[in-house]
């Protein structure tokens, strides 16, 4: 299999609809937690799929659904010590440090949509979520800080399918209304071009073939007509892509192939 063996399990609803599981103070207004999985049922597959060595992708969102999660695979780990990077969380709607720090010491991996800041920080600040969690939608610089695998991605259409609009939202923090949800501050343009890369690459055990330019991958990667780092954070969105190399054949975004 590419990238190995692999399965995706469910815990708790979707950052959208405000369905995530939130320990107290629980919902501000509006919201109603729900697991999208049996806890016993998630836990016998997650046991199966630990034992029988798959790289485990899990949705979560809310600080409980989080912390459940966490608790099941540390219980395995004890069990069945496996390697760093063998779980990984996939969206992290909101969190904190203490539960950052459960996932560096477990040793998994993160996949989060900072767009969620973007599209979700204003509306949640009101109703849902209140004006302090709200600044802690997706706090990945705390991952990163603790050397957690970090890789971005839009759950499209949850977010544009737009790598680069990603990095923007995961530097920047900011939301629709121009305001910037820091404290936690973002990440770094080197971390956040890392995450749309070659760390997004090695979430998906695919670091072999592809993510960085070099002999022996895949010819197969983007050109832009910018450098991010020349415009900075600020000049990510208006980056245009003049072409893509696939198969090591150059074409042009403006001709057909």
């Keep these: 299999l590419i990238g190995g063996k692999r399965i995706k399990l469910f815990s708790d609803g979707a950052m959208f609809g405000l369905n995530m599981q939130m320990n107290q103070p629980g919902y501000v207004g509006f919201g109603h937690g729900e697991w ?15 034992d029988n060595d798959y790289k485990i992708y899990v949705h ?14 540390e219980k395995l780990q004890l069990y069945k010590p496996r390697l760093k990077n063998s779980v990984a969380l ?17 040793g998994a991996a993160v996949s989060a949509n900072p767009y969620y800041v973007t599209f979700l920080g204003d509306t949640y600040s009101k109703v849902g979520l209140g004006g302090d969690r709200a600044r802690r939608i997706t706090p990945i610089r705390g991952l990163v800080d603790r050397g957690v695998l970090v890789a971005l991605h839009s759950d499209f259409g949850m977010a544009p399918a737009d790598p680069l609009a990603l990095a923007w939202a995961s530097i920047t923090r900011e939301t629709l ?8 501050e973002g990440l770094t343009m080197d971390e956040a071009m890392r995450a749309i890369t070659i760390d997004a690459a090695h979430h998906l055990g695919l670091e072999k073939d592809i993510g960085t330019i070099e002999a022996g991958k895949f010819a197969d ?5 910018k450098s991010p780092y020349d415009v900075g954070a600020d000049g990510l969105r208006d980056i245009n892509v003049w072409g893509i190399v696939f198969e090591g054949r150059v074409v042009n975004a403006g001709t057909s192939p």
């Design 36 to 50: 999208v999985t049996p806890l016993g049922q998630f836990k016998k597959h997650a046991k199966k799929y630990w």
């Design 60 to 73: 979560t969102n809310g600080d409980m659904g989080a912390d459940f999660v966490l608790g099941v695979f």
């Design 90 to 106: 996939e969206h992290y709607g909101y969190g904190n440090e203490r539960i950052n720090r459960r996932i560096a010491d477990l």
């Design 177 to 184: 209304s121009g305001k910037r949800m820091s404290p936690p």
């Design 221 to 225: 990667f983007t050109v832009l007509d």
